[in-house]
C-alpha cells in the first residue's frame, strides 16, 4: 500500500509553473557546463530527518504524523519503513540516499543480535535499490546517540566505548560496501570536549586518530573503495569537537598522516557555527583538494544552533555551485539534503515540499553560477586585482628568486609600494545581483 498515494512522480514544469509538486528549476536531463543537472547535483536524500524525524524539540515530544512509524523501533517496523522510504525517494527524482546504522536498523539486546537485525534490514534496502536503481550515496555509524557514548567513542575515557564505536563502524562498513555505498562518513557528535579540566586533549586526538587508521585498514582488507569523508562541525553537542571546521580537519588530518585517505563533506548551517560561509569552508577544502561532499541546509543566522533547515536562498546556492564548479565538482559526492522540515510542518507532504524547493535551489544556483562562469567578470577583476603578482617583482617573489635582503634592496631604490587599487565590493556586489 503506497504511503504517499496523492503524490505522482515529481515532474519538471519550468520557472512559470505554479505546481507545487513540480519543479521549477531542476530539470535532471537538462546539460550545463557538459554535465546534467543530475550529475552536478546527484541529489540524495537523508534517512533520519526524513523518515525518522518526529518534529520533536527540547521543549516538546514529536508532533509529526507518520503514518509508517508504530512506535515500536521494531525490526518489523524498521523492514516497512524501506518501502516508505524508496517510494518518497523514487517519486521525489533523487538518485541517492544515506544513511545513520541507527536510523535504518535498530539496536537489538547485545551486538551480535544487533548485526542480525542490521543484516535483515540491509537486505530489504538492496532489495529496493535493485528494484527503483536508487544508489547508497554514503553510510556512517550513530556513535553519539546510545548513553554508552556519553564521553564520545573514539575519543572517550572509556577504552570499551571505543572498542564497541570501532565495532559498529566495522559492521556498518561491511553493509555499506554490500549496499554499494559510494562514500562512508565520520561525523564527531561527541568527539570534543566539555571542559579542558578533565580532558586529556593529546590522548583523546591520539585516539581519534587511531580509530581512523583501523576504519582506514579494515576498509581496505575488505575490498570498500568508497571514500572516507569526514564532516566538520565545530561545537554542539559538545562545547568544542575535534573537527571544528575544513582547516582545523587538514590540520588533523595531515598530523596523522591520514589526509590522502579522507575528503570532507561539508555543512552550511556547520559552516555557520564555525563563524563562516559555507563558499568559505567549500574554498578551503577546494583549494587543498579535500573537496568531497556537502550537506545541503541552512541555518537561521538569528538562532546559535543547528537548525538543519531545507536551503531556499539562491544567493546560497549560487555561491556554493561556483565553489563546486571551480573545483571540478563533488566527485563520488553528492548534494546531501541534511535538513529537516520544522516542527510545526508536521504532515507527510511537507516532505515533498521542502525537497522539491531544495533541488529546485540548487538547480537554480547552478544556473546562476554558469552563467557567472561564462561572462567571466569576476574572474577577470580578480586576475586583474592581482595582477602585480604577474610580472616585475611580484612573479620574481613566487618563483623564489628573492629573500629579505633582496627585497629590501628593491624598496630601497624604489622608495615606495606602488599605488593601491580599488577593490571594488559595492560593483561586485551589484554585478552578482545582476544574474539572479
Known amino acids: 500500500m503506497a504511503a504517499f498515494p ?48 518526529s518534529g520533536a524539540d527540547p521543549f516538546g515530544p514529536g508532533t509529526a504524523v507518520r503514518p ?23 517519486k521525489l527524482g533523487a538518485p541517492y540516499y544515506a544513511f545513520h546504522d541507527r536510523d535504518v536498523s535498530p539496536e537489538g539486546a547485545s551486538l551480535s543480535e544487533t548485526n542480525k537485525i542490521f543484516d535483515a534490514v540491509a537486505a530489504a534496502l538492496k532489495a529496493e535499490q535493485e528494484r527503483t536503481g536508487i544508489k547508497l550515496l554514503w553510510g556512517t555509524a550513530n556513535l553519539f546517540s546510545h ?50 579540566l578533565n580532558t586529556d586533549m593529546k590522548r583523546e586526538l591520539d585516539h581519534l586518530a587511531k580509530f581512523f587508521h583501523l576504519a582506514v585498514d579494515y576498509a581496505k582488507e575488505i575490498g570498500f573503495t568508497g571514500q572516507f569523508l569526514i564532516e566538520p562541525k565545530p561545537k554542539e553537542p559538545t562545547k568544542h569537537q575535534y573537527d571544528f571546521d575544513s582547516a582545523n580537519c587538514l590540520a588533523f588530518l595531515k598530523s596523522y598522516d591520514l ?23 567549500l574554498e578551503y577544502a577546494g583549494m587543498n583538494g579535500i ?11 538569528l538562532l546559535g544552533w543547528d537548525t538543519d533547515q531545507f536551503p531556499t536562498n539562491y544567493y546560497l546556492t549560487a555561491e556554493v555551485m561556483l565553489s563546486i564548479l571551480k573545483y571540478g565538482g563533488l566527485g563520488s559526492g553528492g548534494v546531501n539534503f541534511d535538513a529537516k522540515v520544522r516542527r510545526e510542518s508536521f504532515e507527510p507532504i511537507d516532505l515533498f515540499y521542502a525537497h522539491i524547493g531544495g533541488m529546485d535551489a540548487f538547480a537554480k544556483g547552478l544556473k546562476i553560477a554558469a552563467a557567472i562562469r561564462a561572462d567571466g567578470e569576476f574572474e577577470k577583476f580578480t586576475k586583474q586585482r592581482y595582477g602585480s603578482w604577474d610580472s616585475g617583482v611580484g612573479a620574481e617573489i613566487e618563483a623564489g628568486k628573492h ?18 587599487v580599488s577593490g571594488r565590493q559595492e560593483f561586485l556586489e551589484n554585478l552578482f545581483n545582476r544574474y539572479m
Open 147 to 196: 548513553p554508552r557514548f556519553m564521553h564520545g567513542a573514539a575519543t572517550s575515557c572509556n577504552a570499551d566505548a571505543f572498542a564497541f564505536g570501532a565495532s559498529q563502524v566495522k559492521k556498518c562498513l561491511e553493509v555499506t560496501k554490500e549496499l554499494g555505498g559510494e562514500n562512508y562518513v565520520f561525523w564527531g557528535g561527541r568527539e570534543g570536549y566539555q571542559n579542558l
Open 403 to 420: 629573500d629579505l635582503k633582496s627585497l629590501e634592496k628593491y624598496m630601497l631604490a624604489k622608495g615606495e609600494a606602488a599605488a593601491n
Open 6 to 53: 496523492e503524490v505522482d512522480k515529481i515532474q519538471y514544469e519550468g520557472p512559470e509553473s505554479k505546481n507545487p509538486l513540480a519543479f521549477r528549476w531542476y530539470n535532471p536531463d537538462e546539460v550545463v557546463e557538459g554535465k546534467t543537472m543530475r550529475d552536478h547535483m546527484r541529489f540524495s536524500v537523508v534517512y533520519w530527518h526524513t523518515f525518522r524525524g
Open 291 to 301: 573537496l568531497g561532499s556537502i550537506d545541503a541546509n541552512t541555518g537561521d543566522l
Open 68 to 90: 509508517w512509524d508504530d512506535g515500536s523501533n521494531s525490526q518489523e517496523n524498521a523492514v516497512k519503513r524501506v518501502s516508505v522510504a524508496f517510494e518518497f525517494i523514487e
Open 259 to 281: 589526509d590522502k585517505h579522507f575528503k570532507l563533506n561539508l555543512e552550511t548551517n556547520h559552516a555557520t557555527l564555525a563563524s563562516h560561509t559555507m563558499q568559505h569552508e
